[in-house]
């Protein structure tokens, strides 16, 4: 999997996570979310959303990554761990990122973008109270190439879940 000289990025890490939702969405594996786990300047995991590929509903783009993250280090504590990711984490993954010990999360698309493309996110968020007490928790990067992809993944044939 090479770069994709049509979705390039300002942050080298969230590069990884556009390349990984960009192989996830042409393989047909789930939505165009990507994601990757880096601790002291390397990467520890990295994975896209897998739901359609493995009839899971939980194995979205940032729990791939974690899962991975958590193997290649033999550990469940991720602190001193950062995750970037295409879209806002849904209440699941940024439970889990929680959970990890993640200490900051990057993302490109918001939960508004991600319902824009189909998604329930902003349901759930709804839901579970919303995310006003996690300032500084959560920071937007490289939006309009992540929109780019989420352009890409709305004109294609796909399943919707």
Same mark, same amino acid.
């Given at each position: 999997? @090479? ?11 969230? %590069? &990884? =996570? ?9 393989? @047909?594996? $789930? $939505?165009?979310? $990507?994601?990757?786990?880096?601790? =002291? ?6 994975? !896209? ?7 899971? #509903?939980?194995? !979205? @783009? *940032?729990?791939? /990554? &974690?899962?991975? =993250? ?8 991720? #602190? ?14 940024? =439970? ?5 010990? &993640?200490? !900051? ?6 939960? /508004?973008?991600?319902?824009?493309? @189909?998604?329930?996110? *902003? ?8 995310? *006003?007490?996690?300032? $500084?928790?959560?920071? %937007? ?7 780019? &992809? ?12």
């Amino acid at each position: 999997m @090479g770069i994709n000289r049509d979705f390039i990025t300002n942050n080298r890490f969230m %590069q &990884i =996570a556009v390349d990984e939702a960009l192989d996830g969405i042409e393989r @047909g594996d $789930g $939505g165009p979310f $990507g994601a990757v786990v880096v601790k =002291a300047g390397e990467v520890v995991g990295r994975g !896209h959303n897998m739901v359609l590929a493995d009839n899971d #509903s939980t194995a !979205h @783009g *940032e729990i791939v /990554a &974690i899962r991975n =993250a958590e193997r290649a280090l033999g550990t469940y504590d991720l #602190s001193g761990c950062e995750i970037y990711t295409t879209g806002e984490p849904c209440p699941m993954c940024l =439970a889990a990122c929680l959970w990890a010990n &993640i200490g !900051h999360v990057y993302y490109g698309c918001t939960i /508004a973008d991600n319902g824009g493309i @189909g998604f329930r996110d *902003e349901e759930m968020t709804a839901l579970t109270g919303g995310r *006003e007490k996690l300032t $500084g928790y959560l920071e %937007q990067i490289d939006r309009d190439t992540c929109l780019r &992809i989420f352009e890409k993944y709305r004109a294609m044939t796909k399943t919707l879940y």
